[in-house]
């Protein structure tokens, strides 16, 4: 990335990599206070590009959010409000700062063709972890393995063995910047992840100590737990106090018949990102923990992201080391190192 001496030049940065320039369309969406200065920089930046840009402020908070954190998914409060969704359709790109994810309304505007980027993680995170055609390329390259494969399989050396049909669901790229129509992503990032074919997810999954728990406790792992999935839903949880915890998370959604069904699978490919990073920065939405280079990320919940029609607010996204993955029987990573060349970070030889 080029020398940069300001939030705009660094925004100007990534909004030229999302194919920003003359003749262009930038919507700037954010809610209440938050952001403020982030979505000042982007309309700043996005003019010295020569764009058109705009500002959709709506005034409180989502119902999903309290204090700018995003508890309940999916739920915004642009929902309800249709000349928003109208003015934020009709962008080229829609810069999302108040985190639409898994949202109608989020799919509904691509389905427009707007481009989509989330930005919502502090501004060191997002000057260190700027997106590269480098890291692109590996993403890419890995999508184009896992799009090609039937069946995916997870083990660890903590008992994890796991079993995906493979399929169904199409596969979804991040690494930072989006420069095609209809397409989301998020800055920063450096991973992918398709779902299970619907009921096609059996065996079991063991956390380790260290192992993240990013959504919803953003903590780390204390004691094993173990968690058995049968035709595609977690049937049980075991373990200590970490076990405890998910149990008692996922007991608060018990009247929701799909709060326990297995969702996305995929690899980090972010060698800035760091595995440790969360114990002392809890800012932001914690992509440096679902994107760190080698993790293998289970998680249950929505899929709507990726066509399917599971809507639970209930969600957990478990980012683990040192897990060994493969792709019809091929290996992808050994113990959380990559074992083909295309997909290793420069300087790095594949292991075998």
Not at 143 to 155: D, I
Not at 314 to 342: K, N, Q, T, W, Y
Request: proline share 5%; charged share 20%; aromatic share 8%.
């Amino acid at each position: 990335m080029k020398a940069v001496s300001s939030f705009v030049d660094l925004c100007a940065a990534e909004l030229e990599l999302c194919g920003v320039g003359p003749g262009q369309s930038v919507a700037i969406l954010s809610q209440g206070d938050q952001r403020l200065a982030y979505a000042n920089a982007f309309l700043i930046a996005a003019r010295r590009l020569g764009a058109s840009a705009y500002h959709v402020r709506l005034a409180d908070e989502s119902p999903g959010h309290v204090d700018g954190v995003v508890w309940a998914i999916g739920l915004t409060q642009l929902a309800e409000n249709r000349p928003a969704i109208e003015a934020l359709k009709q962008a080229d790109l829609v810069v999302d700062l108040m985190f639409l994810l898994f949202s109608a309304e989020q799919l509904e505007i691509q389905a427009a063709g707007a481009r989509m980027l989330l930005v919502v993680e502090p501004v060191d995170v997002l000057a260190r972890l700027f997106p590269t055609a480098e890291l692109r390329a590996r993403v890419e390259a890995s999508e184009s393995l896992l799009r090609g494969a039937s069946t995916l399989r997870v083990t660890s050396a903590a008992g994890t063995d796991v079993r995906y049909r493979l399929g169904q669901y199409p596969v979804m790229t991040e690494y930072g910047y989006t420069d095609e129509p209809g397409r989301w992503d998020h800055w920063p990032s450096g991973f992918l992840f398709t779902n299970g074919d619907d009921g096609g997810v059996e065996g079991r999954v063991v956390l380790a100590p260290g192992d993240i728990v990013i959504a919803p406790f953003r903590t780390y792992v204390q004691d094993p737990v173990e968690i058995r999935v049968d035709a595609g839903r977690v049937v049980d949880v075991r373990g200590g106090v970490s076990a405890a915890l998910l149990r008692d998370y996922m007991d608060e959604f018990a009247d929701d018949p799909r709060r326990a069904e297995v969702a996305h699978i995929g690899w980090g490919l972010n060698e800035r990102a760091r595995w440790s990073r969360l114990a002392t920065a809890q800012r932001g939405f914690g992509m440096e923990a679902r994107a760190f280079y080698g993790c293998v990320m289970f998680a249950t919940g929505p899929n709507a992201e990726l066509g399917g029609t599971n809507t639970s607010p209930c969600h957990l996204d478990i980012p683990m080391r040192g897990c060994s993955l493969f792709l019809d029987d091929e290996p992808i990573l050994l113990e959380g190192r990559f074992a083909v060349a295309e997909l290793c970070r420069p300087g790095v030889a594949p292991v075998s």
